[in-house]
Nanobody, 115 residues
């Protein structure tokens, strides 16, 4: 059974940084494309960063230059380094398997940017 477990969220001041982690179990991680999404209260869930098995990367315009997605295949983990955080980055962040082996989500981790 495929499982995704996120960690690393929390409360941070504007301009601060956080690193989110998502550990994947139950499948062959190194051939999976992964993504990070976020959902603010009352809003739709949007993709913010994407990484293929070959480490090709794409970002939403709203986070370009501030967020960095990466992966460690030895640890079956995908990361999201978030710098220069803004109040509008406040949301629940989810990792997701993109394409094969199917539609799997983590439980989400709350990120709150506030002074």
């Amino acid at each position: 059974q495929v499982q995704l477990v996120e960690s690393g969220g929390g409360l941070v001041q504007p301009g601060g940084s956080l690193r989110l982690s998502c550990k994947v179990t139950g499948t062959v991680f190194n051939i999976i494309a992964m993504a990070w999404y976020r959902q603010a209260p009352g809003k739709q869930r949007d993709r913010v960063a994407y990484i293929t098995s070959g480490s090709s990367i794409d970002y939403a315009d709203s986070v370009k230059g501030r967020f960095t997605i990466s992966r460690d295949n030895a640890k079956n983990t995908v990361y999201l380094q978030m710098n220069s955080l803004k109040p509008e980055d406040t949301a629940v962040y989810f990792c997701h398997t993109e394409g094969w082996p199917g539609d799997y989500w983590g439980q989400g981790t709350q990120v709150t940017v506030s002074s």
